[in-house]
């Protein structure tokens, strides 16, 4: 009799975890649809931070303003691809020649370097919360697939730049234009884009309109590897 109940309700956690998991693939691959033809009303990462300055009593203005792909900067675009991901448009999500580079300097040694595709990061920003736990990254996986299927290129790259974080409460490419410089993101010069490029890593603890020796050194490596690049011209392959 004990086995019996015990085996039914195996049975029903069984199925409600299958339902659960059926119901989230739906969903997940349904918004990330929408999003293919919508612009995303925010970011986890926003949200993340409007709850973070609730708990910390100290408020957050979070500036944003979506712009449309012809509308961004080609220097911001170029600039990003050359300092996050010069692979973006050949791989699928996934830079595995970066990853095994990143895996044998760590056996090296060296600090676990992260090798994160434009492509995860927009997954990450987009869906997810921030943090290193095995969880996310098994959903920023998914995540990432379902926009390299859904989306093109350009409209990963176009949400990226509309949801990337410049600074705090600073999110997408024309509130950051506008906060560093009081320019549009249609406008920015090539030494604008690479500064900008350049903070990415920190945005909350370095500035692109008052650089500091290492801003300033990795944005003239950004400029170059732009130039090595093609220029602009190199956009056509997305």
Do not use: C
Not at 57 to 81: F, G, M, T
């Amino acid at each position: 009799m004990l086995n019996r109940a015990l085996r039914r309700s195996l049975g029903l956690i069984w199925r409600l975890i299958w339902r659960g998991a059926l119901v989230f693939i739906v969903l997940s691959i349904a918004l990330v649809m929408l999003f293919r033809f919508v612009p995303p009303p925010g970011s986890m990462v926003m949200v993340e931070r409007k709850v973070q300055s609730w708990i910390n009593s100290e408020p957050i203005d979070i500036q944003r303003q979506w712009r449309s792909w012809d509308s961004l900067s080609s220097n911001a675009k170029l600039a990003v691809i050359a300092a996050e991901d010069q692979r973006f448009p050949e791989h699928r999500g996934f830079d595995l020649v970066e990853m095994r580079r990143a895996w044998e300097a760590s056996r090296d040694g060296a600090r676990l370097r992260g090798a994160s595709t434009l492509s995860q990061q927009t997954a990450k920003n987009v869906f997810l919360w921030s943090g290193r736990s095995w969880a996310r990254k098994g959903l920023e996986a998914w995540f990432t697939l379902l926009i390299e299927v859904l989306w093109d290129k350009q409209r990963i790259l176009e949400v990226y730049l509309n949801v990337a974080e410049w600074d705090t409460g600073v999110f997408g490419l024309e509130a950051a234009a506008d906060h560093y410089f009081g320019a549009s993101g249609s406008a920015l010069t090539e030494r604008q884009a690479s500064l900008l490029a350049a903070i990415l890593p920190s945005p909350r603890t370095r500035s692109a309109s008052r650089p500091d020796a290492q801003v300033e050194r990795r944005s003239q490596w950004i400029r170059q590897q732009m130039r090595n690049l093609g220029g602009v011209r190199y956009l056509e392959r997305l």
